[in-house]
């Protein structure tokens, strides 16, 4: 018997460069996202997480999940930069992920410069 319409987990499998961001969200892959957005080397995933949320452990699972494959994880934390609150770069820290929070436009262009150059890096972008 059909269910109906069926709400799944946002996530594009694969790596792609980010073609604009503003407005709310992102576009990648000839895509478009409204909202956040974690780009990890299994994918891109939404990110629920808005300007001026608080930034917490459990809001970083997924990147500590993938630790193996990221050495690198930008974070734009919105129009402004904010310092990641010391729990989080602690429990970055001991997966051996080295973090740098910047606003999101600078962590989109050092993404995508990054990722051409086949770095191990993620990022993790609030929507602006």
Same mark, same amino acid.
Request: negative net charge; without cysteine; charged residues 25%.
């Given at each position: 018997?059909? =269910?109906?319409?069926?709400?799944?987990?946002?996530?594009?499998?694969?790596?792609?460069?980010?073609?604009?961001?503003?407005?709310?969200?992102? %576009?990648?892959?000839?895509?478009?996202?409204?909202?956040?957005?974690?780009?990890?080397?299994?994918?891109?995933?939404?990110?629920?997480?808005?300007?001026?949320?608080?930034?917490?452990?459990?809001?970083?699972? =997924?990147?500590?999940?993938?630790?193996?494959?990221?050495?690198?994880?930008?974070?734009?934390?919105?129009?402004?930069? %904010?310092?990641?609150?010391?729990?989080? =770069?602690?429990?970055?820290?001991?997966?051996?992920?080295?973090?740098?929070?910047?606003?999101?436009?600078?962590?989109?262009?050092?993404?995508?410069?990054?990722?051409?150059?086949? %770095?191990?890096?993620?990022?993790?972008?609030?929507?602006?």
């Amino acid at each position: 018997m059909p =269910k109906g319409i069926e709400i799944r987990e946002a996530h594009f499998p694969g790596r792609a460069p980010i073609d604009a961001y503003g407005n709310g969200g992102f %576009r990648f892959a000839d895509m478009s996202h409204r909202g956040s957005i974690l780009m990890l080397p299994s994918g891109v995933y939404a990110w629920d997480v808005a300007e001026g949320d608080a930034l917490t452990v459990e809001k970083f699972y =997924k990147v500590v999940d993938e630790a193996k494959d990221i050495e690198v994880l930008l974070v734009g934390t919105g129009k402004d930069i %904010r310092p990641l609150p010391a729990d989080v =770069k602690t429990a970055l820290r001991a997966a051996n992920i080295s973090s740098d929070p910047m606003s999101t436009g600078a962590a989109v262009r050092t993404y995508n410069v990054m990722l051409a150059e086949s %770095r191990a890096v993620a990022v993790a972008l609030i929507a602006v």
